[in-house]
């Protein structure tokens, strides 16, 4: 049976990023070696120029352009 995927807006899968690294951070609280705040707010970090970067190449690529 085929599924028909419904495209999400990039800031939803920004926010599913991030919420994953809270996830990560919250896992890692548990463990021997706990995420400093600096190691957290660097992974957010990382997220959100991953995501810079992917909006600036859709800007720079828009769809239907051959």
Not at 11 to 19: N, P, T, V, Y
Not at 23 to 49: C, D, F, I, M
């Amino acid at each position: 049976m085929a599924t028909a995927t419904a495209s999400r807006p990039l800031a939803d899968l920004e926010m599913d990023s991030i919420l994953a690294v809270e996830a990560a951070w919250q896992h890692r609280s548990h463990g021997l070696k706990p995420w400093t705040t600096e190691e957290y707010l660097n992974e957010v970090a990382k997220v959100h120029a991953r995501y810079t970067a992917r909006r600036e190449w859709l800007r720079r690529h828009p769809k239907g352009v051959a």
